[in-house]
T-cell receptor
């Protein structure tokens, strides 16, 4: 089944403790991206990648890191999480090659205390 | 000012009504995505379009690139259409996506 898999679904952590949210797609998509969703602010792009080893900042990259060493994986790293990073996070992917729609993961609800 | 403006922000309809949600944007785009988000958070792509019109079942999406405007129509609305609908223009350069704040649609039986 074609899908974008995010893990974990829920995560509660403490300020400063490094964490990684994983994202994997099995559709050979070139484009992958991370978003956060906050009440009243909608979806905002954190980072995106147009292909392997190519990443770019979105609208709210501060406090986040990403890497794209392989086509299928695009992990989101919070080196030193802070409470203002408490949010609902989504990973998404699509293909330029066959003009596919966006495919979203199920989301990760992160709470930083 | 948000680069993407959706209207209305909230919409309540009776089952069977024709629904229109509008999206205006200010940047040059290569495509525009319409997304649906149900309570519980999952996001599903409804349409990706770069010109003209697309139809899936009771849903129709149109775009006018010159006027920087897109609409999502739902014919014969049903309570299961209740969700948040989000438009997301994809910028021509670099595939940056920006998002409207969403339209909360409630369809009452």
């Amino acid at each position: 089944e074609a899908q974008v898999t995010q893990n974990p679904r829920y995560l509660i952590t403490v300020t400063g403790k490094k964490l990684t949210v994983t994202c994997s797609q099995n559709m050979n998509h070139e484009y992958m991206s991370w978003y956060r969703q906050d009440p009243g602010l909608g979806l905002r792009q954190i980072y995106y990648s147009m292909n392997v080893e190519v990443t770019d900042k979105g609208d709210v990259p501060e406090g986040y890191k990403v890497s794209r060493k392989e086509k299928r994986n695009f992990p989101l790293i919070l080196e030193s999480p802070s409470p203002n990073q408490t949010s609902l996070y989504f990973c998404a992917s699509f293909s330029y090659s066959y003009n596919s729609p966006l495919h979203f993961g199920n989301g990760t609800r992160l709470t930083v205390t | 000012k948000n680069e993407v403006e959706q209207s209305p922000q909230n919409l309540t309809a009776q089952e069977g009504e024709f629904i229109t949600i509008n999206c205006s944007y200010s940047v040059g785009i290569s495509a525009l995505h319409w997304l649906q988000q149900h309570p519980g958070g999952g996001i599903v792509s409804l349409f990706m379009l770069s010109s003209g019109k697309k139809k899936h079942g009771r849903l129709i999406a149109t775009i006018n690139i010159q006027e920087k405007h897109s609409s999502l129509h739902i014919t014969a609305s049903h309570p299961r259409d209740s969700a948040v609908y989000i438009c997301a223009p994809e910028e021509t350069s670099g595939s940056r996506l920006t998002f409207g704040e969403g339209t909360q649609l409630t369809v009452n039986p």
